[in-house]
């Protein structure tokens, strides 16, 4: 069946660090991937999606590339800020069924230092 | 545009007590739903999920149940409550037939005592 697995935390970094978390997946076909975002004591919103093979994925700063090759969905981003901290959470779809269940990794608890 | 909400936002029940957690999506028609669970400092667990009225599929065995009585509402709900219900619980919708991503809703935080 569908998995993905990603990169355990907490992940505490200083502001203005490089980020990755790293996320990997098993799916049959071609599934959509995710990632969505966390703040604490709210539900999750949408970060960042990618559809097909070699699409790319950005929004505030962040970028994902979806890798068929790899098999990966890793999340980046060039500067971080405390405002960056959440729990981030990366996710795929199945393409073709109309009641796809979307799974979700264990979540990556992100921390900023100012 | 569509919107969901989910209520109450936060829930204080004692063991054995009743439940019931409502979620209703605006702005559009015959959507897939999701109850999701996330217990404390962990990932997010699916729990039930529909395809239209009356349309429920479980995804864990359990002392909870879902229900849907009207296109764009869905309930979650228990007879006895369990310590271990305790979490975050989030409804989330989807449109029909698509492999887009889901919108939740704001959570709504369990506490059994």
């Known amino acids: 069946g569908n998995s993905v697995t990603q990169m355990e935390g907490p992940v505490t970094l200083s502001e203005e660090a490089f980020l990755t978390i790293n996320c990997t997946y098993t799916?049959?076909?071609?599934?959509?991937l995710f990632w969505y975002v966390q703040y604490p004591g709210e539900g999750l919103q949408l970060l960042l999606k990618?559809?097909?093979?070699?699409d790319k994925g950005s929004n505030k700063g962040f970028e994902a590339t979806y890798r068929k090759e790899t098999t990966s969905f890793h999340l980046e981003k060039g500067s971080v800020q405390v405002s960056d901290s959440a729990v981030y959470f990366c996710?795929?779809?199945?393409?073709?069924?109309?009641?796809?269940?979307?799974?979700f990794g264990s979540g990556t608890r992100l921390s900023i230092r100012p | 545009s569509q919107t969901i909400h989910q209520w109450p936002a936060t829930l204080v029940q004692p063991v054995g007590s009743p439940l019931s957690l409502e979620c209703t999506v605006e702005?559009?028609?015959?959507?897939?739903l999701y109850w999701y669970r996330q217990a404390a400092g962990r990932g997010l667990q699916l729990l039930f999920y529909?395809?239209?009225?009356?349309?429920i599929s479980s995804e864990v065995p359990q002392n909870l149940s879902a229900s849907r009585p009207q296109d764009r509402q869905f309930i979650l709900s228990s007879k006895k409550l369990l310590l271990s219900d305790s979490g975050f619980y989030l409804c989330?919708?989807?449109?029909?037939?698509?492999?887009?991503?889901?919108?939740f809703g704001e959570g709504s935080r369990l506490t059994v005592l």
């Open positions: 702005g559009t028609s015959n959507p897939n």
């Open positions: 990618a559809t097909k093979a070699d």
């Open positions: 799916a049959t076909g071609y599934p959509s």
């Open positions: 989330a919708w989807r449109a029909s037939g698509a492999a887009g991503e889901l919108f």
């Open positions: 996710a795929l779809s199945g393409r073709y069924s109309s009641a796809s269940k979307i799974i």
């Open positions: 529909s395809v239209g009225i009356g349309q």
